[in-house]
């Protein structure tokens, strides 16, 4: 019998499903390139600002370590106790509980600030963006990426999540496509005293599970697996069988590819 993924029992603890599930399909393709641009080199000290489960941070300590430092900052104590967990003690990560606009960290102590799709979760941006340059080396830099605009197979996701599931939760993937517009940022950039600042936006192509285990997965791993959990199962089943058709597009092989905009930002302190 074909496995429902409607009613597989996933947990309620979204960040360790944003680590096993979000991570390795969607996380951790969109980091390599952020870090192969940073150009991180052995002995920097570098911060990773809304690190999640530490994806960044870790790829970046195995650029900058022995001889650097690395530190992953989050305001989620769930996703900071992943990063724990699926980080061997021995490489050496700070770990910091702290929000961004008012981070707990001394002028000047870093080379390179990374931020990996977290800017458009942030209330103050501004005021975020100022603490990541107080924290910069005079000579320091930042890169820092944000996805958009919507792609079109979560555009066909939402009108379906909102009547289904909650007006929250299509609130929350409105959100994460929010700000891609180059423009904008370096308005921003620029605002909170960062030189040089470029922009560059490029498609990415990602490659995700088949439609019904893609949608739980993702659901599981974000703000609505709470949502998720309390729905019934003939809920559940219904916004499968609603939302999976919409995908058949996308399918490739028994998975799905979808295009999706990375605009990253590049900018001196």
């Known amino acids: 019998m074909e496995q429902s993924y409607a009613t597989t029992n996933y947990g309620g603890d979204a960040p360790c499903n944003y680590q096993k599930f979000f991570v390795p399909s969607i996380g951790r393709p969109v980091a390599e390139d952020l870090v192969a641009q ?4 052995s002995g920097e000290h570098v911060l990773d600002v809304g690190c999640g489960t530490g994806v960044v941070t870790r790829m970046a300590a195995g650029q900058v370590l022995p001889g650097g430092t690395v530190t992953g900052l989050d ?34 102590l ?14 103050n941006k501004i005021a975020a963006l100022r603490e990541m340059r107080r924290v910069l080396k005079p ?8 996805p958009g605009p919507k792609p079109l197979l979560f555009a066909a996701l939402n009108d379906s999540i909102a009547r289904r599931l909650s007006q929250d939760a299509a609130a929350f993937l409105d959100l994460v496509f929010a700000m891609h517009d180059p423009a904008e940022l370096r308005d921003l950039f620029e605002s909170a005293g960062f030189k040089d600042v470029s922009v560059t936006a490029v498609p990415k192509v990602l490659t995700v599970p088949k439609p019904e285990e893609f949608l739980w997965q993702y ?30 597009e996308f399918v490739d092989g028994g998975k799905m590819q979808f295009k999706v905009g990375i605009a990253t930002v590049r900018a001196s302190a």
């Open 139 to 146: 000579s320091g830099r930042i890169l820092l990426n944000v």
């Open 219 to 248: 659901v599981h791993s974000s703000p609505m697996a709470s949502d998720a959990m309390d729905m019934a199962p003939s809920a559940r089943q219904a916004l499968e069988d609603e939302v999976c058709p919409k995908w058949s």
């Open 38 to 41: 940073a150009n991180l080199k």
């Open 75 to 108: 305001l989620n104590q769930g996703m900071l106790a992943t990063a724990r967990v699926n980080t061997a003690p021995e490489i050496g990560i700070d770990w910091v509980e702290a929000d961004a606009a008012a981070i707990p960290l001394d002028d000047a």
């Open 110 to 123: 870093f080379d390179v600030v990374l931020c990996q799709m977290s800017l458009q979760f942030i209330t």
